[in-house]
Each structure stands twice: as structure tokens, then as C-alpha cells.
């Protein structure tokens, strides 16, 4: 049981917009801790997509988005493409465990 | 911009000691902080252990069995992990991040490396 939550699963069709939730509590999301989010690839490395709740790094499309609110934040993908197919991670630290805590993870497919 | 190559030894019996290297190349390895992640097979992501800027945090539930360290002389991040059983199998990543603080995200990764424990 991750402490923070994702839906295991969420599908799209090509062009279509697409959001992956991630529900905290008080001593993590909700304490302001910055979300990150991380793409993983089939059969690779996590990366970087979203860091500090909402801001991109270089080389990552405007189509992936992030926010947050009180104790949940949003990751949303729109135009989706095939090559979005992938594992998606949220990553914040947690006062209470002094220490990181990742979400279970959520898979995107692609219809 | 940094490059990480984790190194290891595929296969450990249980009960013994993992050791893992994490070689740093393309940047000084002074301007950056790592972590050890780790994924079990089909599962979600880890977190092993990180640098901050005064320590290192490992993860409470590895705590008795966990060691990680920053060789700078040998440009080098090491993990360490005692009396492994078959919940230790997984792919064991190092990644790298500007941050010297609990907040900054995870920028760079290596490929990871697989860790099987056998009985």
C-alpha cells in the first residue's frame, strides 16, 4: 500500500486528454512538499516530466502538465500518442516517515 | 550533463551482502546529490536511500540493512545491502539531482542494474 495513491490504470484514445490523480495526506502533498512526476517507458529508466507540482524540464512537451491541490495533484496529458504508453510515477517527501514516498503508480494506455 | 552506470552482481545468495557501484561521469560528481531506487518485478518504485546536504536518509523499512556512501575519489555512489532475501530481487537504479535538499526531484537516472537473490 503506497502512501501516496494512483489509479493502477487509465486509458485514452489518440488526441484525447487524458489526467492521473495522486491523493496524499497532511504530512506530504498537503504540507507543500513539491510533487514530482516521473514516465517510465517500457523496459526503461524512469524520467523526469514534472517537478516542483508543475513546472517541465527541458525537452518535455507542453502536452504533460501538472498540478496540485490541498492534498491530491493532477498529472495531465493531452493530444495523447501512442508513444505515451508508459508507467507514471508522483513522488513527494513525508514529514511524518522523513523520507521520500512514491505513488504505486498508474498505467497509461493508449486505445 | 551527468551519466550514471550502476554496476553489480547480478546474483546474490540470500543471506549475504549485495554491493552495488554507481559510476558518475560527465560532470563533477561534487554537483549533484544520488539516490538508490529500487523496482521488485512488476512492482511500483523505492526509494533505497539519498544524499542531502547534511547526511544521508535511508529508507526506514531498510534502515538495519542499508549503507550508502560518496567515494569522490573514485567518482563513484555505493549501496550496500546485508542479509538479502528474495524480496531484495529487483532492478536497482542511481539517480542524480541538483537539490541538497528532501525536495528536489530525481534529474538523472541510470540505466539500472538487476539483482536476483537466490535461496
Known amino acids: 500500500q503506497s502512501v501516496l495513491t494512483q489509479p493502477p490504470s487509465v486509458s485514452g484514445a489518440p488526441g484525447q486528454r487524458v489526467t492521473i490523480s495522486c491523493t496524499g495526506s497532511?504530512?506530504?502533498?498537503?504540507?507543500?512538499?513539491?510533487v514530482h512526476w516521473y514516465q517510465q517507458l517500457p523496459g526503461t529508466a524512469p524520467k523526469l516530466l514534472i517537478y516542483?507540482?508543475?513546472n517541465r524540464p527541458s525537452g518535455v512537451p507542453d502536452r504533460f502538465s501538472g498540478s496540485k491541490s490541498g492534498t491530491s495533484a493532477s498529472l495531465a496529458i493531452t493530444g495523447l500518442q501512442v508513444d505515451d504508453e508508459a508507467d507514471y510515477y508522483c513522488?513527494?517527501?513525508?514529514?511524518?516517515?522523513?523520507?521520500?514516498?512514491f505513488g504505486g503508480g498508474t498505467k497509461l494506455t493508449v486505445l | 550533463q551527468v551519466q550514471l552506470q550502476e554496476s553489480g552482481p547480478g546474483l546474490v545468495k540470500a543471506s549475504e551482502t549485495l554491493s552495488l557501484i554507481c559510476d558518475v561521469s560527465?560532470?563533477?560528481?561534487?554537483?549533484?546529490?544520488y539516490a538508490w531506487i529500487r523496482q521488485a518485478p512488476g512492482k511500483g518504485l523505492e526509494w533505497i536511500a539519498y544524499?542531502?546536504?547534511?547526511?544521508?536518509n535511508i529508507n526506514p523499512s531498510l534502515k538495519s540493512r542499508v549503507s550508502a556512501s560518496v567515494d569522490r575519489s573514485k567518482k563513484h555512489f555505493s549501496l550496500t545491502l546485508f542479509s538479502v532475501t528474495s524480496a531484495d530481487t529487483a532492478v536497482y537504479y542511481c539517480?542524480?539531482?541538483?537539490?541538497?535538499?528532501?525536495?528536489?526531484?530525481?534529474?538523472?537516472w541510470g540505466q539500472g542494474t538487476l539483482v536476483a537473490v537466490s535461496s
Open positions: 539517480a542524480a539531482r541538483h537539490s541538497p535538499n528532501h525536495r528536489g526531484p530525481l534529474v538523472f
Open positions: 560527465g560532470d563533477s560528481i561534487d554537483n549533484y546529490y
Open positions: 544524499i542531502y546536504y547534511s547526511g544521508t
Open positions: 497532511s504530512s506530504n502533498i498537503g504540507a507543500t512538499y513539491d
Open positions: 516542483g507540482d508543475s
Open positions: 513522488q513527494s517527501y513525508d514529514s511524518s516517515l522523513s523520507g521520500w514516498v
